[in-house]
């Protein structure tokens, strides 16, 4: 038998042509397919590249804050400009504006400064009956202070231990507040019965007191007075009223 020999040119002819064959019918992708990835890898941009340029906006976006708190501008710009306008607004109100009307309301206080309530503490008061108008009595307020004093509204009358207080007749109210120097009386009258005997009640009261108005009605004026009363009383009845303070003695006794 004859035993045929391969030349080695041959051979290697013959593996080059399998690896061609190979590359033509797509199993050679198969195998070189282990460089794609590299390849996809170095085409798209690194995730850590990405994420550095998103902590950089989300850094840029906290950063914001921080300037406005480290920034002067920052903070005389928003909120902080309008809580400092309105403190700024704040000391005109409080500081300029009150300063303002605290020197008004100083001005004012001291001319009130300089008067006084009228009061049984700082005045004498007398009572004694008239003869004209009939069944009249007339107070009299003299102030013995060393300040201006203010009669305001009118007397409260208590008769003894009577439960009523008198009303004042409205007609009788003068345009402005008495007021009395240091030495100067201002005068109330009191009718105490119906001329014609219509009142309901009558009685003989011994003892009164006189209590003062403070600045608004009612209110309590300070210290009463208890002025001395005839040896034979005071005969009165349902009648009893009183005028508001007045300045002019002729004026008390006039209605």
Known sequence: MRIRRTSPLLALTALTALALTACDNGT???DEGASQPASATRAQPAPGADGSTGTGTSTGTGAIPAKSTTDP????????????????????????GAGTSGKASGKANTAVGARVLCNGSNTAVTAQTVVRPLNHML???TNTGSRTCDLTYYPVLRFDQMQWAPQAAEETQPQAVTTLAPGESGYAGVLLSAADGSGDGGTTARKLTVAFQGYTPNSDGGASATPSLPAKGVYYDSSLTVTYWQQDRDDALSW
Request: proline share 3%; aromatic share 0%; hydrophobic share 15%.
């Open 28 to 30: 050679g992708v198969q």
């Open 73 to 96: 501008k920052g903070s005389s710009g928003s909120t902080d400009s309008t809580a400092s306008t309105g403190g700024t607004g704040g000391k005109p109100a409080g500081g300029t």
């Open 139 to 141: 107070l009299t307020v």
